[in-house]
């Protein structure tokens, strides 16, 4: 069953929001996201270090659901649902949730702590998804 997340007041007091997500892979386009929410998320997740230009030294371990589908409006001005997996789910999430002002470390479990960078660079691997 999939899981609804409630829309976040705005970050800044205006009501509009705008997210632009790079994925990565030379050549791919952007995605671009106004006034976007998590319309649903799977009740599958996983757990894996996420990094923050908020929090620039330190990377925290993050459960994020492995499918999500946001409500947004594109540049045509129509509302549109699109779903996102894996790696692009985890990263579009996080940034969705900066719209909210929801930062990473409020999705960590409880009693995780962030490790600092130099620790995370020993030890951290891209995201992987069977």
């Known amino acids: 069953m999939a899981r609804a997340w409630a829309s976040p007041p705005p970050q800044i007091g205006i009501d509009r929001s705008a997210a632009v997500v790079f994925p990565p892979g030379a050549g791919t386009e952007p995605i671009v996201l106004l006034n976007a929410h998590v319309a649903e998320a799977s009740e599958d997740e996983d757990e894996q270090y996420e990094g923050c230009l908020s929090f620039f030294d330190v990377r925290g371990l993050v459960p994020r659901p492995l499918s999500i589908v946001v409500a947004h409006s594109n540049l045509d001005g129509f509302t549109h649902l699109s ?7 985890r990263l579009v999430h996080h940034e969705v949730d900066h719209l909210g002002g929801v930062l990473y470390r409020e999705r960590m479990r409880p009693g995780v702590q962030p490790i600092p960078v130099e620790e995370y660079r020993g030890t951290g691997q891209r995201w992987t998804y069977s």
């Open 83 to 89: 779903r996102f997996t894996h790696g692009l789910s």
